[in-house]
């Protein structure tokens, strides 16, 4: 098994059970978010987030470019900045939409695995711009998977807290 397999793999498992949960979205519900707590995403917020959590980020690893204005070093960013709270989140406007743009960074994931090789996945190391730790690029790649797999996660625990009729295997994709 190699770096490109585990990825591309993690990336077709994981937008595929993301796509079957985002079909069980309430268009109603977007304004939702958990009544207790601080600093939580609304279901528009969360979906709009679960679009650009993976493949946008492979890019950012792969060729540098993490979609910042011109001149804007990533490491000097405050972490607000860097990730802000989540009154200030975008969101979608409906999950057909939030669905075709979790197609569109499926395809860009897959797309940059294509591009970065096996060589480089497994022997570049790639830091990030909010942790210094050095891994290997592959390593990196199969991390923002699993930013994507918990912000799934999370989506199904937003269903489930709205009443939907969801279970264990809508979390597993069964």
């Known amino acids: ?97 939030a669905k075709k743009l979790l197609a569109e960074d499926k395809k860009l994931a897959l797309a940059m695995i294509d591009q970065a090789g096996e060589k480089e996945l497994a022997g570049r190391i790639a830091e990030a711009p909010w942790d210094s730790m050095k891994m290997v690029l592959g390593h990196r790649a199969l991390q923002m998977v699993e930013h994507l797999a918990a912000h799934k996660a999370q989506l199904y625990y937003y269903l489930k807290l709205q009443g939907k009729p969801v279970n264990t295997g809508h979390l597993w994709g069964m």
Not at 43 to 54: E, F, P, V
Not at 62 to 87: I, K, N, R, Y
């Open 1 to 97: 098994m190699t770096w490109t397999d585990l990825a591309k793999g993690a990336i077709e498992y994981n937008y595929a059970v993301a796509d079957k949960l985002m079909d069980l979205v309430d268009e109603s519900k977007l304004d939702w978010k958990p009544a207790t707590g601080t600093n939580w995403m609304t279901t528009g917020q969360l979906l709009m987030h679960m679009t650009n959590a993976c493949g946008s980020s492979i890019k950012g690893f792969v060729t540098g470019d993490w979609g910042l204005p011109e001149g804007c070093d990533p490491s000097e960013m405050s972490p607000e900045e860097m990730l802000p709270p989540a009154e200030k989140m975008p969101a979608v406007g409906n999950a057909r939409e």
